[in-house]
């Protein structure tokens, strides 16, 4: 891919386009080992090995990392009262302006996917799109059949006098407190424990377990993030 010096250096954390320009004219920067000194120069990722101070910069455009999000922190880039999940990230994945997708309420655990691929963000979270998310729960009274039912044929969200897309209740325990599985094909605010209040119920514990073909890794520990594999990026884009 194609672009300015200065806009690939600044986009992988370098430096601002005015710094990136100052160590350009002193001789800082050397494409293909030799020195440049225009930094507005339009160069190849794929073809040209950029140098900054005598360090091989390897050009990424985009980056995908999946998240197993703790409760207590909020899916934002920046809050003045509470952490964030980019406040989690390491600073070396901080540089690329990442931004979670989508949102998980404050106390909701799981799966967060977090890119700064706009298309992507926007594909997945598009209401027409309908992508499945699915959620473990434990609520506080007893799940039944026909709670099921209601989920499946939609149910009026309070306040707002919405009734949301069919969704799949899959019971995993029935008693007090009981467990299930949600899976639902929009993104409303609080939607899952909105759809649980208007039969009746408390959701006391969420947790995300997917989003599309995008499945939780169990083995990240709470709190904890990696990148995504090739595959993994390849079935989100072809969602």
């Known amino acids: 891919m194609k672009f300015r010096i200065d806009k690939i250096l600044s986009n992988m954390g370098i430096g601002s386009r005015k ?36 360090k091989i910069i390897k050009y ?12 207590g922190v909020v899916s934002a ?21 990442l931004f979670p ?3 998980l309420d404050k106390d909701t655990e799981g799966l967060l996917l977090i890119t700064n691929d706009g298309q992507l963000a926007h594909d997945l979270l598009s209401p027409r799109k309908h992508v499945d998310k699915t959620y473990y729960a434990e609520v506080e009274e007893e ?10 044929e939609g149910v009026i969200l309070t306040n707002e006098n919405y009734k949301t897309l069919p969704a799949k209740l899959q019971i995993i325990e029935s008693g007090y ?9 929009e993104g409303k605010f609080h939607q899952v424990k ?39 990026i390849e079935m989100l884009k072809q969602k």
């Open 19 to 54: 710094q990136i320009k100052q160590d350009a004219r002193k001789g800082h920067i050397k494409i293909n080992d030799e020195i440049v000194k225009d930094s507005s120069k339009i160069i190849d990722t794929d073809i040209d090995q950029i140098k900054h101070k005598d």
């Open 194 to 232: 909105r759809m649980f209040n208007a039969v009746n119920n408390e959701v006391i514990y969420l947790k995300r377990l997917s989003m599309g073909p995008l499945k939780l890794d169990e083995r990240l520990k709470v709190g904890e993030y990696r990148h995504l594999t090739d595959n993994e």
């Open 143 to 152: 799940i039944t059949e026909k709670d099921v039912k209601a989920f499946s």
């Open 177 to 185: 407190p009981s467990s299930c599985y949600v899976t639902i094909k």
């Open 77 to 97: 880039t920046e809050d003045n009262f509470d952490k964030t999940v980019i406040d989690l990230l390491n600073e070396e994945d901080k540089i690329y302006n």
């Open 101 to 103: 997708v989508g949102r």
């Open 60 to 71: 990424v455009q985009y980056i995908y990392l999946m998240m197993n999000k703790p409760s």
